[in-house]
């Protein structure tokens, strides 16, 4: 229910600047949560801050990328307040042999001087490979699960500047796949994933999980100053061996961490008293 009705105070607008439609994915969960009004823009070519086809390079981190689409949501809808979503890929952090996303949701408060940000991660639907087939294309297709994620193709290879995106059925894939391979020097065509939101049924689950991250930190309250945004800021290992006594890297506890008043708070994590030996470093080196 949305708070700000039931005491007659306005609903706090928040700019969300994004031309791939995520305003969809996070609106409903926020409005409700934080009893806030999501103003959704696309006013600004947000694929000039970087794009996952490579052809134009993001300058600085994903949370740079981040905090500069919220700055320039704010500034064009006049709210006080802006989020932003940016998302990376890559392999994943364990074996580095799986397709990796790991999603940001930003929120601005330039009033509070507050930053606060929700994480997501998971495995990623992000595939590519280079084929000269209609036969190739359509197994491609398949490992890529098309049509409900949709593909990207070009001529030869990965940096080509001839670019076919947000391919949706199968009629188009094979059009763009005979008129890209007779373009081809090689006879080759390289297609991967399209990544950006809307294309990427995977990616957006993510970003959900994202928003749900941000909403709990928000409606985290320091104790001290009441600000939002009281969260984990480190966590302390130790727990010891049942076997052997020896610390290990499982946690016993967790510092909180206000960034407005810098307070900060340690709280016990461990249900257990002793780890589980299989988790020792000394028993398992």
Request: aromatic share 6%; hydrophobic share 35%.
């Amino acid at each position: 229910m949305d708070r700000s009705k039931q005491s007659g105070h306005p609903a706090r607008r928040v700019a969300f600047l994004t031309q791939h439609g995520k305003q969809d994915l996070v609106k409903t969960p926020l409005e409700s949560a934080l009893a806030c009004e999501l103003v959704h823009t696309d006013a600004y070519d947000t694929d000039q801050l970087g794009t996952y086809t490579r052809e134009i390079a993001r300058p600085g981190s994903q949370l740079d990328a981040a905090r500069r689409k919220a700055q320039i949501g704010m500034a064009l809808t006049g709210a006080p307040v802006g989020i932003a979503s940016e998302g990376t890929f890559g392999s994943d952090p364990f074996g580095g042999f799986m397709p990796w996303n790991t999603e940001l949701l930003l929120w601005v408060d330039p009033g509070q001087n507050l930053e606060v940000t929700g994480f997501a991660h998971g495995p990623a639907q992000s595939l590519h490979r280079t084929v000269g087939s209609v036969d190739e294309l359509m197994a491609f297709a398949q490992d890529a699960k098309f049509p409900e994620h949709h593909l990207v193709m070009r001529p030869d290879h990965e940096d080509h500047l001839e670019i076919v995106k947000n391919i949706h059925d199968e009629m188009t894939l094979r059009e763009v796949f005979a008129r890209l391979q007779a373009q081809s020097s090689s006879g080759k065509v390289f297609v991967e994933n399209d990544l950006r939101a809307f294309c990427n049924p995977t990616r957006q689950d993510i970003i959900r999980k994202a928003c749900e991250d941000l909403i709990r930190k928000l409606q985290s309250l320091c104790p001290q100053c009441q600000t939002p945004g009281f969260w984990v800021h480190k966590r302390i290992a130790g727990l010891p061996c049942r076997a052997c006594g020896q610390k290990t890297r499982l946690p016993v506890a967790e510092v909180w961490h206000c960034a407005h008043c810098q307070h900060e708070a340690q709280r016990e994590v461990a249900s257990e008293r002793w780890a589980d030996p299989s988790r020792c470093d000394h028993c398992n080196p």
